[in-house]
């Protein structure tokens, strides 16, 4: 089974960029037809899907927060990165990867991480 853990800071200055890595194990990041997501919940509000990465690489985003995001990964750690750049505290949330088989079909999710952004 696909296991993910997301890591990265838990607190972030205003104005800075933030970034995440989840690492995958038990299966390929490159194995299709899996996608692998970013999503986050903040406080008092419900899941934001941010972007994914393909098994083939191709990325896709959220149009609300596409300016400021990139996922890219590393097919040698079997990792991708979230950055998110110009944070505020309206960022401040519990960021989660995920996998997708496609068509909404959801498979495993890592177990979060807290991100605070101090203005």
């Known amino acids: 089974q696909v296991q993910l853990q997301e890591s990265g800071p838990g607190l972030v200055k205003s104005s800075q960029t933030l970034s995440l890595t989840c690492t995958v194990s038990g299966g390929s990041i490159t194995t299709s037809p899996y996608y692998w997501h970013w999503i986050r919940r903040a406080p008092g509000k419900g899941l934001e899907w941010m972007g994914l990465?393909?098994?083939?690489?191709?990325?896709g985003y959220s149009p609300s927060l596409k300016s400021r995001t990139s996922i890219s990964r590393d097919t040698s750690k079997n990792q991708f990165t979230l950055q998110l750049t110009f944070v505020t505290p309206e960022d401040t949330a519990v960021y989660y990867c995920a996998n997708e088989i496609g068509g909404g079909t959801w498979l495993s999710w890592g177990r979060g991480t807290q991100v605070s952004v101090s203005s």
């Open positions: 990465i393909s098994a083939s690489g191709t990325t």
